[in-house]
């Protein structure tokens, strides 16, 4: 009985464990990801302005 407990809370912590790691680089990556967009917005803003005329 008691190495089931300690072998399910064990698991349970395991389980834990990776869920918030697999959160946290779900979450960095999809911040890389807006970064990315506002640099590109940014490149073609400095493009439209370049070749508008004055």
């Known amino acids: 009985?008691?190495?089931w407990y300690n072998f399910f809370l064990?698991?349970?912590l395991i389980v834990i464990l990776v869920l918030?790691?697999?959160?946290?680089v779900n979450v960095n990556s999809?911040?890389?990801q807006m970064e990315d967009?506002?640099?590109d917005v940014l490149?073609?803003?400095e493009v439209i302005a370049a070749?508008?005329?004055r």
Do not use: C, G, K, N
């Open 20 to 24: 918030v790691i697999l959160i946290y």
């Open 37 to 39: 967009q506002v640099e």
């Open 10 to 12: 064990f698991a349970f």
């Open 43 to 45: 490149d073609a803003v």
């Open 1 to 3: 009985m008691d190495f």
């Open 30 to 32: 999809q911040e890389d």
């Open 51 to 53: 070749t508008s005329p």
